[in-house]
């Protein structure tokens, strides 16, 4: 005890600081109270949070911009972009297969679609029209308005939901790119592509080619809407009958021919399974059933697998 009051006195006596022996330890001192998480605490208690650093480029936000090359076609580039075939309809509307050499397409460089902007667009009215929300825009694009006509803007869509209608619904609530069977349980009695019969016109370099679906049904069946979309055409068309088409949400046509009535008029928005008219024979038919068609670009596509069609 008397040697340690003895060293007190000295190092009294001669100035001696004990901060000298009690320095402060280097870096942090982890933290090991609960709900902390990940974070150090620091000289002075202060909480330090570790800052992630990106380890990879940041996704880009721009639209991407594809010049078409000769034998280009929309699946083809889809493939080389690694995008969706719808994806790249649905960013340039209108689009007609051949697709001319040269012309250049928009896509978006993540699962959604790119616009221009019109004269008088608005935040809310570009929102309105995808049934989106205005700050999902704002977000990914970073603006405000008044938005400068002609500009571009990407809007995000989450593939596992797909495009909405104006009313914010999904329109196509089973899975994006998926139809559904305008006529739940019913046959399909002819199929796509080249046919021995005799009525189908000569197509793609057959000398008969069916280019939709048939499905039977009783005549004033209701058929339903593959899939959501905008209805641009309605009433007589030739060997088509009465017919209804559909674009849907990714700007692809759907075509329902020889229908006996059409329950849905030009610029009305349909939601998949919504009823849009009634199974007839009119037209180029030789009894009531469905003919389905379904476009992209123009070009006939197989509209299968039809989900709820009999086998």
Not at 14 to 35: C, E, H, M, Q, W
Not at 175 to 184: K, T
Not at 218 to 229: E, H, Q, R
Request: charged letters at 15%; one cysteine or more; aromatic letters at 6%.
């Amino acid at each position: 005890m008397s040697h340690a009051v003895v060293l007190l006195f000295a190092a009294v006596l001669y100035g001696v600081s004990f901060s000298t022996y009690l320095k402060p330890a280097n870096g942090p001192i982890d933290v090991r109270a609960a709900n902390v998480g990940d974070a150090s605490m620091g000289r002075d208690t202060a909480i330090i949070k570790p800052i992630p650093i990106p380890t990879a480029p940041l996704p880009s936000r721009a639209p991407i911009f594809y010049t078409v090359k000769a034998g280009d076609t929309p699946a083809g580039i889809a493939k080389t972009l690694g995008v969706t075939l719808r994806e790249i309809t649905w960013s340039n509307p209108g689009l007609r297969v051949p697709i001319k050499v040269g012309r250049v397409l928009l896509v978006a460089p993540v699962p959604g679609f790119v616009v221009a902007v019109k004269k008088g667009d608005s935040l809310a009215s570009v929102a309105a029209a995808y049934g989106l929300d205005a700050g999902t825009i704002v977000d990914f694009n970073r603006i405000r308005d008044p938005l400068t006509p002609g500009s571009m803007l990407v809007i995000p869509v989450d593939p596992a939901v797909g495009p909405n209608l104006s009313s914010g619904v999904p329109a196509d609530p089973i899975r994006p790119g998926q139809l559904v069977c305008p006529i739940a349980g019913a046959p399909i009695i002819q199929k796509f592509g080249p046919t021995s019969f005799q009525l189908e016109p000569a197509y793609g370099g057959y000398l008969h080619f069916h280019t939709g679906v048939d499905i039977l049904a009783t005549y004033g069946t209701p058929i339903a809407a593959a899939a959501g979309g905008i209805v641009t055409a309605a009433g007589p068309a030739l060997d088509f009958g009465i017919r209804v088409e559909v674009t849907d949400s990714y700007g692809l046509v759907e075509i329902y021919a020889h229908m006996s009535s059409a329950a849905v008029a030009i610029g009305q928005r349909v939601q998949q399974g919504d009823k849009v008219g009634l199974v007839g024979s009119t037209g180029l038919s030789i009894g009531s059933h469905l003919h389905l068609q379904f476009e992209v670009g123009g070009v006939p596509t197989d509209p299968m697998p039809l989900i709820g069609c009999a086998a």
